[in-house]
């Protein structure tokens, strides 16, 4: 081998190494999406919604928005999160990697059937923000809702 071709050898593995780096990410995130669409979204179950039991929505969250949702939905306790055990890796995954870092909880993730998932932030900060205080979006909210309504109901049963 003379140093042209090592040239070329080294380039072409750089570029490969490059583009799997780039790749893995994308393949992983798709075959959760399908390992969930595979585990309930044929069962009708095409939203994976976190929250947890702070006082600043809790109480609107479980009066407002989880029985319009349940029926059709993953629930997730954020501060009941070691009691998901194995039982929930999958979930658990999905929602690390769609949540994204930061401000998460409340979250709605919505799953197509044709691998999409769109995330719905549903905190805000409020009006005063010297308190630091956050409630649900109520505009949030209502983008949510109107998705929901807008997916195709699941003919499986839970």
Known sequence: ?????????????????????????????????VRFWLRHGRKGKRILFV?????????????????????????????????WGPRMQLETKLFNQLAGPGEFVPVAILF?????????????????SKRGKVRVSKEAEQAFFETVKRLPRGTGSS
């Open 112 to 128: 197509s059937p044709i691998g999409k998932a769109t995330a719905f932030r549903l905190w805000q900060l409020s009006e005063n």
């Open 51 to 83: 929250y947890s039991d702070s006082s600043n929505w809790k109480d609107d969250i479980e009066t407002n928005i989880l029985p319009c949702i349940e029926a059709h939905s993953i629930i997730l306790n954020w501060s009941k999160r070691r009691e």
């Open 1 to 33: 081998m003379n140093w042209i071709q090592i040239a070329w050898l080294a380039i072409g593995v750089f570029l490969g190494a490059t583009v799997l780096k780039r790749a893995f990410p994308f393949a992983h995130r798709f075959a959760l999406r």
